[in-house]
Every structure is written in C-alpha cells, then in structure tokens.
C-alpha cells in the first residue's frame, strides 16, 4: 500500500480506526486528503452511524457544520466551549464579542464620568465632599483592560496582515505546455496520464479535479 495515492493512504488509515470502534476517535485533518464523494460518505457515517465520542481537527467549515455538535476554540492560551455546528460558533462568537466590546466601552465611559467629575469639583468647597466620594468609588473599581486584539478577531479590529506581490515580467508564450503526454510508473503498468494536452499562459487559472488516485499529483510534478 505504500504505492498508493495519499488519498488511498488516507482512507486506509481511516477504515482501520472506524473498524476498531473506539470509545474516543481523533481525527486531525481527516479530510484533508480526500476526495469529495468521500468527504461527503465520512459525513454521512459520522453523523448517523457514530455512537461513540469524536473529537476532528478541521478547517473544512461544511465538514464542521454538519458533523459536529459542540465546538471548542483555542485562541489566547484559553479554550472556549459552544453548543451546536461551525455556523452556530461563528454567529454566537460574534456576539460574546460585541458584548465583550459594549461592556468595555461602557465601563470606560463611567470611568471617564467620574473622572470628570472629579476634575470640576475637587477644589470646589461645596462640592469636595462629592468628589472625594468619586475619587473612592474609582479607586475601588478594578483595572480596566481594553479587549484583546485575539478577542476582537474578525470584528474588524486588531491588526491585519497585507501580502503584496510585484507584477512580474511578461513572459513569451508557451509558458507550460504539454502535447500528447502519456505517463505510467511501471513498463506495463497502469497508465496514469493518456493523451494530455495543456497550454499554460501568464494568465491562466487552473484547478485540478479528479477522484483519489487519479493522477492530479502526477501530472502536477
């Protein structure tokens, strides 16, 4: 089996861990190297057939969505619990967010009240009693700490990150170009490539599509 496609490889390794049933399954990135109708099978049986505990790595957002049932996120050094699918996390995360930032907003803005106060009044005959009363309420309030940037992420606040590439110089075509390829490993082996064509220029776009061990990583190398 090492001759196979990591995508065959991958749904060795998954069929062994699924056939041992175990009480705890980890699966980092499992769907990584599969192809979509397999993607779309290990939905199917995780959602219906899977009695026992899963806990997935995953960036596939679809995946998460319609696999899990309790999110949980790592960010800070902290880990944080949600009920329900990957959707559910994002609109629910979003919220604690904007309460994270109308509570430090508010806290601030009483602050800066008494604040305020107390630098009109303090030297006032009259009122340096009140202020006084101000100036201790705000000694006893504890340290206000604006949100972290890792808290505000995807709330448009925080810092971003830019990538700027230079145009690069025109090239003279062909660019890439195949003309009746035909590729196999092994004399007599299996035929991996038949007959492919490519003409690659400065502007294309290409996406590769096929079924695990259809030769997508072959004709890129």
């Not at 999110?71 to 309460?99: S, W």
Request: charged fraction near 25%; charge should be positive; aromatic fraction near 12%.
């Amino acid at each position: 089996t090492n001759k196979f496609s990591g995508g065959w490889r991958m749904r060795l390794s998954l069929a062994r861990a699924l056939f041992c049933r175990p009480d705890l399954l980890l699966a980092d990135e499992v769907t990584n190297y599969l192809d979509f109708p397999a993607v779309v099978w290990l939905e199917s049986y995780f959602t219906k057939s899977w009695n026992a505990t899963l806990l997935v790595v995953s960036h596939d957002r679809a995946f998460l969505d319609t696999v899990a049932t309790d999110i949980l996120h790592l960010h800070g050094g902290q880990l944080d619990a949600y009920r329900g699918g990957f959707h559910y996390f994002v609109e629910t995360r979003k919220e604690r967010q904007r309460n994270i930032q109308r509570e430090y907003e508010s806290q601030l803005q009483y602050r800066q009240h008494l604040q305020a106060f107390i630098d009109r009044w303090r030297y006032n005959a009259k009122r340096a009693p009140q202020a006084q009363s101000k100036i201790k309420i705000l000694e006893k309030l504890p340290p206000l700490v604006p949100p972290s940037d890792e808290d505000m992420k995807g709330l448009g606040t925080g810092d971003s990150v830019y990538f700027k590439f230079p145009q690069p110089e025109k090239l003279s075509p062909p660019i890439l170009q195949m003309d009746t390829v035909t590729f196999a490993y092994e004399n007599g082996g299996r035929t991996i490539l038949r007959n492919v064509s490519i003409d690659i220029q400065m502007d294309s776009k290409i996406a590769v599509v096929g079924p695990n061990g259809a030769g997508k990583s072959t004709l890129v190398y």
